[in-house]
């Protein structure tokens, strides 16, 4: 059985670039950017420099974790191809953490056991991404809704049962509407819920885009 620890991760799914490591349950390092457009630029620096900040190299790390999407079809991109040229150097494994789990197990930290609460996350003007979870405890959530595009005038119908919505969308049931996973979240998700997802079959590895990317044609 591969040791978990120490975990690298990297976060790319939106306009946060983030890349943590991981050093046990209860101490890591980290460092975010929030800025758009940047990731191919600051990514491989802020892994470098996470890294350095706990004294270790590539070498050391004994799994990576990214954020897998969906999100940002260009960020999703780079992180995946930042961790896959790491892993192959050093060959180490991966663990592609899906995005709203991860946002998921961040958002149940801050809510009371049994919650129901929703996830969501704007695509475009008449689109959501919207998945439903269950608080248990601090380290299980039952899935009540999976990940699923559904149009903004179906919101309402579709949270009415839930006791609180997170995420981006602007509108009066969502609550911290700045809401996004961070790499240590990545790397949480990866150690507590992501083992089994653990791979070293880094050809087969694919962002999950969910959404086709559609080019506009002119008329």
């Known amino acids: 059985m591969n040791k978990p620890f120490p975990i690298l991760a990297v976060e790319t799914s939106g306009d946060l670039c983030s890349a943590a490591v991981m050093m046990d349950e209860k101490s890591f390092s980290e460092i975010n950017i929030l800025k758009k457009h940047i990731h191919s630029e600051k990514l491989l620096l802020m892994i470098k420099q996470v890294l350095g900040s706990v004294d270790l190299s590539v070498n050391d790390i004994a799994q990576i974790a990214f954020s897998n999407g969906p999100g940002s079809f260009t960020g999703l991109r780079i992180g ?5 040229g790491i892993a192959f150097g050093v060959d180490i494994p991966v663990i592609p953490v899906p995005t709203f789990d991860a946002l998921a197990y961040k958002i149940s930290l801050s809510v009371n056991n049994d919650t129901n609460f929703g996830v969501v996350s704007n695509v475009n003007t008449e689109e959501l991404y919207f998945s439903a979870y269950k608080k248990v405890n601090d380290q299980n959530l039952e899935l009540l809704k999976e990940l699923s595009l559904i ?5 309402e119908i579709s949270t009415k049962n839930l006791d609180s919505v997170f995420g981006n969308f602007s509108h009066k049931k969502v609550f911290n509407k700045s809401t996004f996973p961070t790499a240590i979240n990545i790397a949480e998700w990866a150690y507590l819920f992501g083992q089994e997802l653990l791979t070293y079959n880094f050809d087969y590895l694919e962002p999950n885009y969910f959404k086709k990317f559609a080019a506009k044609v002119n008329k």
């Not at 995946?80 to 896959?84: D, G, I, M, T, Y």
């Not at 149009?151 to 919101?155: A, H, I, V």
């Open 151 to 155: 149009k903004k005038d179906e919101f």
């Open 80 to 84: 995946l191809s930042a961790v896959k």
